[in-house]
């Protein structure tokens, strides 16, 4: 059977693109709207530490048991990729699936006037349990991919445990040491082909069962004509 490939862009499911980029040097800033996305780590004056989180809602023809392949696609800004090479970097899954794009910053997962929408640990609440999925800070502009195997795994548990919600958290697995941060489009950039995507391949349901008999086969092979037979225990009309 012939593979169908789906290119889902980061949104909720109501379809709203869903992403944003934390920022620990402004901790009460909320990106949500911004055409951009970052991951890195700047000493500067002051240390800024930047992660992302994009939401991508998987549908429903795509299963756990018949997904093929998963990757992710950025867009990196020109001018703006890793200025170091051999910066590693990961996606964990977010822990807050109810975190609000325009009320997120680095404190908070949503809008609040006190502590009850405050992240466990600010930066962001993410699962260290399930192993992250590696990449490495790009050093060139463009499209980047990432076709790490756990890309799957990722999607395939959000399909069977996440309400088909794969929420990620991106960030450098050492944020400190060599500065480094690369930017990529984010979900409100107006060229819809440079926003985040996930790319999956899976191959079509079949629909399982045998197909009704046709009437006139079934009537022959009694060799009976229809309403001609009735139960015993209804006697003889």
């Given at each position: 059977?012939?593979?169908?490939?789906i290119?889902?862009?980061?949104?909720?499911?109501?379809?709203?693109?869903?992403?944003?980029?934390?920022?620990?040097r402004?901790?009460?800033?909320?990106?949500?709207?911004?055409?951009?996305?970052?991951?890195?780590?700047e000493?500067?004056?002051?240390?800024?530490?930047?992660r992302s989180?994009?939401?991508?809602?998987i549908?429903p023809?795509?299963?756990?048991t018949?997904?093929v392949?998963?990757k992710?696609?950025?867009?990196?800004?020109?001018?703006?990729?890793?200025?170091?090479?051999?910066?590693d970097a990961?996606?964990?899954?977010?822990t807050?699936p109810e975190?609000?794009?325009l009320?997120?910053?680095?404190?908070?997962?949503?809008?609040s006037?006190?502590p009850?929408?405050?992240?466990t640990?600010?930066?962001?609440?993410?699962?260290?349990?399930?192993?992250?999925?590696?990449?490495?800070?790009p050093?060139?502009?463009?499209?980047?991919?990432?076709?790490?195997?756990?890309?799957?795994e990722?999607?395939?548990?959000?399909i069977?445990?996440?309400?088909?919600?794969?929420i990620?958290?991106?960030?450098?697995?050492?944020?400190?040491?060599?500065?480094?941060t690369?930017?990529?489009?984010?979900?409100?950039?107006p060229?819809?082909?440079?926003?985040?995507?996930?790319?999956?391949?899976?191959?079509p349901?079949?629909q399982?069962?045998?197909?009704?008999?046709?009437?006139?086969?079934?009537q022959?092979?009694l060799?009976?004509?229809?309403?001609?037979?009735?139960?015993?225990?209804?006697?003889?009309?």
């Open positions: 059977m012939a593979v169908k490939q290119v889902v862009r980061a949104a909720s499911p109501s379809g709203d693109g869903k992403d944003n980029y934390l920022l620990s402004f901790p009460s800033y909320k990106f949500g709207t911004d055409p951009d996305l970052a991951v890195g780590y000493a500067l004056a002051q240390s800024r530490i930047f989180l994009l939401e991508f809602y549908p023809a795509v299963l756990a018949n997904l392949s998963a992710l696609q950025f867009t990196v800004q020109p001018g703006y990729a890793s200025p170091e090479p051999d910066i990961n996606f964990r899954r977010c807050r975190w609000e794009e009320g997120s910053n680095w404190n908070q997962w949503g809008f006037v006190g009850d929408k405050d992240w640990t600010p930066g962001g609440d993410f699962d260290n349990f399930m192993a992250g999925i590696p990449w490495v800070l050093t060139s502009s463009g499209l980047f991919e990432i076709t790490h195997s756990r890309v799957q990722y999607s395939e548990d959000a069977l445990n996440q309400n088909r919600r794969l990620l958290l991106g960030k450098r697995a050492t944020e400190a040491g060599t500065e480094a690369c930017w990529f489009y984010s979900a409100d950039h060229t819809v082909s440079e926003q985040p995507a996930l790319v999956l391949e899976y191959e349901r079949v399982s069962g045998r197909p009704p008999l046709r009437r006139a086969s079934y022959n092979r060799g009976r004509r229809p309403g001609s037979w009735r139960p015993s225990w209804l006697g003889v009309g």
